[in-house]
């Protein structure tokens, strides 16, 4: 059988470029060359520590899922796609039978096939097999890093979606990461007023400025809290995004939140238990919501894109080829030199 060349994670900082089988593609399937692939927060962590919560990496696996390409080939029911045309993949398809599939909700279902979600190969290879039904067609303006960022892009617009975000509303991100940033641009095109964004890094919290936040907040500086408390002359803020994933700042949500207002947790803390003001989310009749991954999205985040209302050309920092997987992301966790998404071309040359 055909060989093909492959960035395998063998364990724990082991990560090979090794010879795999070529994949076979079946019904309803398209078979992707693929070209841009992005280095994500989820792929570091598995790289550096072996699992995520229950996730465990236990046979070498494939990392990568936020990723882009080019058609090579259909299988023979597939009519929507055709040898050439230029795509993005959505990572993770579903049964499509369960209630939740059935109602909208599939990122919820039960029986999720998810790239580089151990056991499950991603996308650091030269061809994948994936089915048509999640699989977009790129716009020729957009080009195959657009598409792999519609990835986190989707994460962005479902916490906004979630939020129900109403022209004009003040919102608070904290977090510049790659998630608070497409969170941010998300909340700008969903037409929030005041678009506040908190982080611990100047560098980030530039790249928030130049991406369309009003207000900045250097939170190893300054007391988020005091500051929005100023800002909002004592009133907090109606919509709070938590993406920096820590304990403080999913704490400091319910401070942070309006009375009425509405908190979406998108980060993930390091812990699953810790004391939280209760009485306080109570007492303020607040909304919290939690975010998994993202559904019925990548149609519109591609519209924002290709319709030029939404510039995420800036977020891509750093490029690698194939060979150099294992140092984009210690690049990526080093988030060295600024980095903030490391973006692999498959077939660039080293
Ligand atoms: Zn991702
Ligand atoms: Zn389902």
């Known amino acids: 059988m055909q060989k093909i060349k492959a960035a395998v994670m063998h364990g724990i900082d082991d990560v090979r470029i090794d010879e795999v089988d070529f994949p076979q593609m079946k019904a309803g399937e398209v078979l992707i060359k693929m070209k841009s692939v992005g280095v994500c927060g989820s792929d570091v962590h598995y790289y550096k520590h072996g699992k995520i919560g ?17 058609i090579v080939e259909v299988a023979s029911d597939v009519k929507n796609f055709k040898p050439g045309d230029r795509v993005a993949i959505e990572p993770g398809y579903t049964c499509r039978r369960c209630v939740y599939c059935k109602t909208g909700r599939y990122n919820l279902c039960p ?40 990835e986190p892009l989707a994460v962005g617009m479902h916490a906004v979606r979630r939020s129900r975000l109403k022209p004009g509303e003040p919102v608070l991100i904290l977090g510049a990461g790659t998630i608070g940033l497409v969170t941010l641009l998300s909340a ?48 907090g803020m109606e919509v709070v995004f938590e993406t920096a994933g820590s304990v403080p700042t999913t704490q400091q949500t319910i401070e942070l939140a309006a009375r009425g207002g509405r908190i979406v947790w998108v980060g993930l803390a390091g812990e699953d238990r810790f004391p939280m003001p209760v009485l306080q989310a109570i007492d303020k009749e607040l909304d919290i919501m939690g975010i998994f991954r993202y559904a019925n999205v990548y149609p519109y985040a591609i519209q924002l894109v290709s319709t030029g209302r939404m510039n995420i050309d800036p977020l891509v920092t750093h490029r690698y080829n194939l060979e150099n997987v294992k140092e984009a992301l210690e690049v990526a966790y080093e988030r060295r030199d600024g980095a903030v998404k490391v973006m692999i071309d498959i077939e660039g040359k080293a």
Not at 212 to 232: L, P, Q, R, Y
């Open 54 to 70: 229950s996730y465990i990496v236990k046979k070498p696996m494939i990392l990568g899922h936020e990723c882009a390409g080019e």
């Open 111 to 150: 029986d999720v096939t998810f790239m580089a979600t151990p056991p499950i190969d991603g996308a650091y290879i030269e061809y994948v097999a994936w089915p048509s039904d999640f699989v977009f067609h790129l716009p020729d303006n957009m080009t195959y890093d657009h598409g792999a960022l519609m």
């Open 188 to 235: 700008k095109a969903a037409g929030a007023g005041e678009i506040v964004v908190a982080d611990l890094e100047d560098i980030r919290l530039n790249m928030a400025q130049k991406l369309g936040a009003t207000k900045i907040i250097n939170a190893s500086k300054e007391n988020t809290v005091e500051v929005i408390k100023d800002f909002t002359h004592g009133f």
